[in-house]
């Protein structure tokens, strides 16, 4: 006879069987707890202990990421068949951008918080490896999963969400993480390409994310959300506008180290021109995705790991008003970052409070969202 487990809790046999759906939306997770660390390690206002708290974050961070390596790993041996099929369905397969993303999330913070605990030398290493291995496939998933898009997966005409930008997004990581690599390069032509090799990569993923933008936007238009669960999702849109301000500040900090002085005064310049109305785009989003995310609560919006794009965009969006205060000097930027962060800080306690017990209980291990199309509706006021 068996033996019974307590009420709402799987017994290990079904903790076995759940694993099998662990897919690559988990590294969500390891972003949102990552992007923590890195923001509060380049947030312009002093906090006691604020140091400190970002080392222990990122901490945690790197240490779920061997995690979900190792998971996720033995998920593909153990699980080839459903695994595969992540790559077939048309919701799930966006997410194989987080993996990429959450390697460099990891590797940045070990250069920006890191260092204290693993040595300077030790830190850069491991952050050049996690780039290179995150570049590589977020390049891969730019790529790949659009290809899928464009050649086997089913897209109804109301079927944009934010998670079209995940696999997109990663080269825009790569640019704002190459950034902190610079400075640890010899000088001459292999930091010269590495530099435009960046804004290459800023280039490629901004244009990709505009589009994919533009396309949520007109569905919202057109048919309005696409179901409660996936309404967090709209807050993705904030990862590419946030970064991209990040990256073109960090980018255009360094350019001096890899170009001539006046190039990289107009680079510098850049990252101003460009950064400060992306960011008042960036605050209009805030705006409407933090409306449209209350009043789906409101209705009962049920948790779901979707509720982690509530986290690493909120955190782009704090890193790269950073870059706009640092640069522009102004007060009024250094308090929005802070406010910012705050309201980061609450929703990855909550996000990840909700995650720990929906994993206890089984919850969210289970298996993916069927790849029929989820209609967009409007739900209008009587």
């Known amino acids: 006879m068996a033996t019974p487990t307590p009420q709402g809790v799987p017994s290990p046999l079904t903790r076995v069987e759940v694993l099998g759906n662990i897919g690559p939306n988990w590294f969500a997770s390891v972003m949102g707890t990552g992007i923590v660390a890195t923001a509060g390690a380049t947030l312009p206002v002093h906090v006691v202990g604020l140091r400190a708290f970002a080392e222990a974050v990122w901490v945690i961070a790197a240490v779920l ?5 190792v998971l996720v790993g033995g998920h593909w041996l153990r699980h080839p068949t459903a695994a595969r099929s992540h790559a077939r369905n048309p919701q ?4 194989y951008g987080a993996a990429p993303m959450a390697l460099m999330t990891v590797g940045g913070g070990a ?3 890191g260092s204290d605990l693993l040595g300077d ?5 491991l952050d050049w490896v996690l780039w290179t291995a995150g570049t590589l496939g977020g390049l891969f998933t730019a790529v790949s999963i659009p290809f899928l898009m464009f050649t086997q997966h089913d897209v109804e005409a109301d079927a944009a969400f934010g998670g079209w930008l995940m696999p997109v997004v990663p080269p825009m990581v790569s640019a704002a993480t190459g950034a902190l690599l610079l400075p640890h390069m ?12 960046c804004y290459a990569m800023f280039g490629l993923s901004l244009v990709a994310s505009l589009n994919i933008i533009a396309m ?15 309404v967090p999702t709209l807050w993705i849109v904030l990862g590419p506008l946030g970064q991209s301000i990040t990256a073109a500040g960090l980018l255009g900090a360094t350019a001096g180290l890899a170009v001539d002085h006046e190039i990289a005064e107009d680079m510098n310049a850049f990252a101003i021109v460009y950064g400060v109305p992306v960011w008042g785009f960036a605050v209009l989003w805030i705006a409407l995705a933090t409306s449209l995310t209350v009043r789906t609560l409101r209705r009962g919006m049920p948790f779901a790991l979707t509720w982690w794009s509530l986290t690493f965009p909120v955190g782009t969006f704090v890193t790269g008003t950073a870059q706009l205060a640092g640069h522009t000097h102004l007060p009024a930027f250094r308090a929005a970052a802070a406010i910012a962060y705050a309201g980061l800080l609450f929703t990855w306690l909550l996000v990840a409070v909700r995650t720990a017990r929906g994993s206890v209980r089984g919850n969210l291990l289970k298996s993916p969202p ?4 989820v209609k967009a509706t409007k739900q209008r006021v009587s």
């Open 92 to 95: 799930m397969a966006h997410f």
């Open 65 to 69: 990421l061997i995690v979900l390596i």
């Open 370 to 373: 069927s790849t029929a199309p």
């Open 216 to 230: 949520i936007w007109s569905r919202l238009v057109l048919y309005g959300t696409s179901g409660s669960a996936r």
């Open 121 to 125: 030398r030790a830190a850069v290493d």
């Open 111 to 113: 250069v920006l918080v």
């Open 186 to 197: 010899a000088a001459g032509v292999g930091r010269q390409t590495m530099l435009y090799g």
